[in-house]
């Protein structure tokens, strides 16, 4: 299996940026791909962003598109997100998870880190 933590979250005023990492351990050898999804109280989780591990592929949601980048480091198994030009609605927990070869969806998740940013 897969072990995932995330890091970097915290306060943040409206407008400024915050760089959040995922740190991957055990079975890393087959990851797919790893993503960024975030939950804001009393909501759904939804998807922020993903790459996949072979070529670096993107996919952002439309409301962060612009203002977040997803990077990745496979020597590391480590991902990362650069959140700038934040606003109060980004707030929310933020999760890392990853996809497996052979494995539909997302089957390893991390604990969440929160992200919180003030008017």
């Known amino acids: 299996q897969v072990q995932l933590v995330e890091s970097g979250g915290g306060l943040v005023q409206a407008g400024g940026s915050l760089r959040l990492s995922c740190a991957a351990s055990?079975?890393?050898?087959?990851?797919?791909?790893m993503g960024w999804f975030r939950q804001a109280p009393d909501k759904e989780r939804d998807f922020v962003t993903s790459i996949t591990w072979s070529d670096g592929s993107t996919s952002y949601a439309d409301s962060v598109k612009g203002r977040f980048t997803i990077s990745r480091d496979n020597a590391k198994n480590m991902v990362y997100l650069q959140m700038n030009s934040l606003k109060p609605e980004d707030t929310a927990v933020y999760y890392c998870a990853v996809r497996v070869l052979g494995v539909r969806g997302y089957k390893y998740w991390g604990p969440g880190t929160q992200v919180t940013v003030s008017s």
């Open positions: 055990g079975r890393t050898f087959n990851i797919n791909a």
